[in-house]
């Protein structure tokens, strides 16, 4: 059974588009992440597929459930995560949590405490006096104490410190280890890279490219840095251009025999050719009209 399944589900906010046509499957089991910069339309995706806001068209299922009719069974099977969670200021942090699992009518007390203790999380506290880091680890116990099918988290390591990072991502390790689907958005490439096995970059609202994190960082592209010359090669297919004195370095995504026959024309100093990371791969999928984007 598929975890999550849309067919041309989109959602416009008047005249404003927020995604536009999403054809996406997620298998059940799968740690897959969804890519894209602010803005591109992942919160929205997530909160059309949690049925927090009714699709303008299209259709999607969660767990062959679907999102307008069965919005009760599939919060049941789900955990979210918002992206900036609220909570009643005034409460104490365990009273939150409780509160959190007493709406699903199920104890989750010994899992929560757990979550707790791992994340170092003060359940003593008010939340008018946690750090915006601290007020996400309660977002991360209320998400994942009833222990979900599906955990949905949006931007989720926002405002935690590497240490709190890496132990979260320990926690949803063993919850995938033990058969639950991770659907997470983000923008930080080096987390999906690590942690995801599939994933989709999104622009604008629309899925430019699905796949393995394995496939997807194989684009073709090199990262070219040469020295001895103050302008680029005259060369179709370059990107991300950088200049530093008389060393320019660019990705290149065309013909590796033109790309050697240029060179070899120029007065170099020097050449190096090289694998691009996993950042500049990504901007591959991010060219429009020539012009790029910096980072996602």
């Not at 179709?236 to 070899?264: E, H, Q």
Request: glycine letters at 8%.
């Amino acid at each position: 059974m598929t975890a999550i399944k849309t067919s041309s589900l989109s959602k416009y906010y008047g005249r404003s588009r927020g995604i536009i046509d999403i054809n996406l499957t997620v298998e059940e089991g799968d740690f897959f992440g969804f890519i894209g910069p602010n803005g591109a339309g992942k919160s929205t995706m997530i909160r059309t597929l949690l049925g927090l806001i009714s699709p303008s068209g299209g259709k999607a299922e969660i767990f062959g459930k679907d999102i307008c009719r069965d919005k009760r069974e599939i919060l049941e099977l789900t955990g979210y995560m918002p992206s900036e969670a609220a909570f009643y200021p005034n409460m104490k942090v365990w009273d939150v949590i409780s509160l959190s699992a007493g709406l699903r009518r199920i104890d989750c007390t010994a899992e929560a405490k757990k979550l707790c203790e791992r994340l170092e999380l003060d359940t003593k506290k008010k939340i008018s006096e946690l750090s915006l880091g601290n007020r996400k680890k309660v977002s991360v116990v209320c998400a994942l104490q009833h222990m979900p099918k599906l955990c949905v988290l949006d931007e989720p390591t926002s405002g935690l410190d590497p240490l709190m990072q890496r132990e979260f991502y320990a926690i949803l390790e063993e919850r995938n280890k033990a058969g639950a689907a991770i659907f997470l958005s983000s923008h930080i490439l080096s987390e999906v890279r690590r942690y995801c096995r599939h994933a989709a970059v999104i622009r604008e609202g629309r899925i430019l490219v699905t796949d393995s994190i394995e496939n997807l960082g194989h684009t073709g592209a090199k990262r070219v840095t040469v020295s001895g010359i103050n302008e680029p090669p005259a060369l179709k297919d370059i990107r991300d251009v950088r200049v530093n004195g008389d060393t320019i370095s660019f990705l290149y995504g065309g013909s590796p025999d033109v790309l050697l026959s240029k060179l070899a024309s120029l007065s170099l100093s020097d050449v190096s050719i090289t694998e691009p990371d996993f950042e500049e791969i990504f901007m591959h999928y991010y060219a429009k009209e020539g012009k790029q984007y910096d980072t996602l």
